[in-house]
Each structure stands twice: as structure tokens, then as C-alpha cells.
T-cell receptor, first 111, second 113 residues
């Protein structure tokens, strides 16, 4: 098991474009989380899946954001009509019993 | 409303000495506390954790102390090494909920050779 994988590592996009990130969690982990980290801040919770069910969403997750976890395996996070304020590191983490493992993140830059 | 606070943005320590990183929290529902280490352009790496039923947990050079009455925890690194230079995040969650982590803003530790 190679841990939590995120793709791409970096993404530069023009304002108004749509972007999609992928996360592959540790295979036996049933819980998957998305966090966002901006400069000078700690990671902030965005959303959480238990198996394929999205059980919780932060108020930070505007209508332009959508996340899926089909079949309870990998997850995707899509941002529609990107804005400069969406520039951040997007982190995925998975856990079975509270022992979190984070991926290396996707650095999004909106120009 | 910041529920987990790390009031020192940075800390410099000589190699071989003790590093003490502090964290305060306000939410009484938190019952698990974790410390993560983060290098630029990488995800956080788990260091050590403590549950609210304990007041100390030790793992090699790393020790975490929890003072529930003061809602305060600290991470001690002894001896500090240059490779310890990174940003350290304190995080907490409630075991009764979704295990959603609430992070502090981090403390940048610089260990000077």
C-alpha cells in the first residue's frame, strides 16, 4: 500500500474554468476527507465520506464545489467556474479508526 | 471562531536543545489531539497523538502533554535536530462525531545547527 495518492500535484487554471482533482485513499479506509489549506492557515475541513455516502459538508463548500466517491473507493473534487480565491492546497485524507493519513495535496493556482 | 489556537507562529531552537510547541483549544467536545509535521508542498505527516483520558504520551524524541483543565497541550521534541525544521500543526477531533479534524494555524520550527 502506497498511502493516499492525489492527482494532479499542481494545477494552474484560468479564472472561470472548471477543475477536477482525484484522491485514491488507503484501500481499507472507509472514511475519506477533503481539506483546503491557504497560506498561513491550517487545513480546513471541506467534506467527508463514509464509504460512498457524503455525510458532512462544510459551509466553506460553496455550490461551485462538488465531491463524489463512487463505489466507496477513489474520490473526486470538482470546482466549477474557478475564482482567484479558490487558489489553495487541496488535501485528501483517509482513516479507518481516527488514524489519519494525508496525501501530498493538489496545489491549485487560479490566474 | 478559532477552536484550536497555536499562538506562536515561529520558534527557533539550537540543535540538541528542547523544542516546546504549544496549543490551546476551546471546544470541550474534543477528546483526541494530534500533532502533524508539514514540509512545503507536502501533506501533513502524523507525529503523535493523545486521547483525553491521558495526560502524557511519548514516542521516541516526541512527547505530548495534555492539561484538560487548562485546555492546553504541548509537544516536546528532545533533542531537536535540523531535520525537525518544519511547520507543526496541532489538531483535534471528537470521537463521537465524524472524526473531522480542526487544525491550528501552525508553528514554524527552525532548528539551528
Amino acid at each position: 500500500d502506497t498511502g493516499v495518492s492525489q492527482d494532479p500535484r499542481h494545477k494552474i487554471t484560468k479564472r472561470g474554468q472548471n477543475v477536477t482533482f482525484r484522491c485514491d485513499p488507503i484501500s481499507e479506509h472507509n472514511r475519506l476527507y477533503w481539506y483546503r489549506q491557504t497560506l498561513g492557515q491550517g487545513p480546513e475541513f471541506l467534506t467527508y465520506f463514509q464509504n460512498e455516502a457524503q455525510l458532512e459538508k462544510s459551509r466553506l463548500l460553496s455550490d461551485r464545489f462538488s465531491a463524489e466517491r463512487p463505489k466507496g473507493s477513489f474520490s473526486t473534487l470538482e470546482i466549477q467556474r474557478t475564482e482567484q480565491g479558490d487558489s489553495a492546497m487541496y488535501l485528501c485524507a483517509s482513516t479507518l479508526d481516527g488514524g489519519y493519513t494525508f496525501g501530498s495535496g493538489t496545489r491549485l493556482t487560479v490566474v | 471562531d478559532q477552536q484550536v489556537k497555536q499562538n506562536s507562529p515561529s520558534l527557533s531552537v539550537q540543535e540538541g536543545r528542547i523544542s516546546i510547541l504549544n496549543c490551546d483549544y476551546t471546544n470541550s467536545m474534543f477528546d483526541y489531539f494530534l500533532w502533524y509535521k508539514k514540509y512545503p508542498a507536502e501533506g501533513p505527516t502524523f507525529l503523535i497523538s493523545i486521547s483525553s483520558i491521558k495526560d502524557k504520551n511519548e514516542d521516541g524524541r516526541f512527547t505530548v502533554f495534555l492539561n484538560k483543565s487548562a485546555k492546553h497541550l504541548s509537544l516536546h521534541i528532545v533533542p531537536s535536530q535540523p531535520g525537525d525544521s518544519a511547520v507543526y500543526f496541532c489538531a483535534a477531533y471528537s470521537g463521537a462525531g465524524s472524526y473531522q479534524l480542526t487544525f491550528g494555524k501552525g508553528t514554524k520550527l527552525s532548528v539551528i545547527p
